[in-house]
């Protein structure tokens, strides 16, 4: 990274830093509708170790996130079953906004506005680093993903399905 190209100060870097996660950060050109296709092709790296930040809610309204591969999809049957919900859908964007305190394509699951449990597919463990939103469209974090687990406290699952 140049130095014209330091990495942003954002919610999600300042919750890092508070919880003492090492991390790396990864600025990329963004592209709207891009999702981890691009981010995993202008960072070069296999788009399963890139991983999706997903606001949904349950039959109540109540916001969960759910971290996934960036090549699968969520299977919402699945994960309102393990998750003890009748229902689990995606949010509208602005509602996902409203929830996280992020944009769209720039949400992290660190430092979100409301505190929301956390879902992870739990084949994402399985990975030796991965990368995450770092709070803004076009930066992703390298972590280790144990150490997403130490810092959300979250929840394992099993609700990938192919993309």
Avoid: W
């Avoid at 929830?99 to 949400?107: A, C, F, I, M, R």
Wanted: hydrophobic share 35%.
């Amino acid at each position: 990274m140049s130095k014209a190209e330091h990495a942003p100060e954002t919610q999600a870097t300042k919750f890092l830093k508070a919880h003492k996660i090492p991390f790396s950060p990864h600025l990329y050109a963004y592209e709207e509708h891009g999702g981890t296709k691009v981010s995993a092709r202008e960072l070069n790296v296999d788009e399963h170790a890139v991983v999706k930040t997903l606001i949904m809610e349950d039959e109540h309204a109540k916001p969960l996130i759910v971290l996934m591969h960036g090549d699968c999809k969520v299977s919402t049957k699945e994960l309102a079953r393990q998750a003890g919900c009748k229902k689990v859908e995606p949010c509208k964007p602005e509602v996902a906004n409203r929830h996280s305190g992020y944009l769209v394509g720039g949400t992290s699951p660190f430092g979100t506005r409301k505190p929301m449990p956390v879902f992870i597919e739990k084949s994402i463990l399985d990975e030796s680093l991965i990368y995450i939103n770092g709070g803004r469209r076009g930066f992703l974090v390298g972590i280790h993903p144990h150490d997403l687990m130490k810092a959300l406290q979250a929840k394992l699952v099993e609700v990938a399905l192919p993309g």
